[in-house]
């Protein structure tokens, strides 16, 4: 089992920033990739960004791309985003998840065996 909680949500401007945190607690050495999903209400979950435990290789959806930086603490067991030049469309609940084996897809929120709650993100235009 792997236990996660996220913190750094919050109301910003748009234009502004915020960064995201996730600790992550349990059986660490299960961890492959751990990643940021976001879901705006209505709509279904989308992959964020996501970042591989061991080799620290990152990906990103097309979208934020250029605007967001995931990173690792590996010493910490925490996974940041960081999240500038926030748009009205980054409104969400943002969602920090651990995927636990290389195969599957890292953009699949189905192939995340462990969540965490969820932190809300508002931007304001």
């Known amino acids: 089992q792997v236990q996660l909680v996220e913190s750094g949500g919050g109301l910003v401007q748009a234009g502004g920033s915020l960064r995201l945190s996730c600790v992550a607690s349990g059986r660490i050495s299960n961890i492959w990739t751990m990643a940021w999903f976001r879901q705006a209400p209505g709509k279904e979950r989308m992959f964020v960004a996501a970042v591989t435990w061991s080799a620290g290789n990152t990906y990103y959806a097309d979208s934020v791309k250029e605007r967001f930086t995931i990173s690792l603490n590996n010493a910490k067991n925490t996974v940041y985003l960081q999240m500038n030049s926030l748009k009205p469309e980054d409104t969400a609940d943002y969602y920090c998840?651990?995927?636990?084996?290389?195969?599957?897809?890292?953009?699949?929120?189905?192939?995340?065996?462990?969540w965490g709650q969820g932190t809300q993100v508002t931007v304001s235009s």
């Open positions: 998840a651990v995927r636990i084996t290389w195969t599957g897809s890292r953009y699949s929120s189905g192939d995340y065996a462990y």
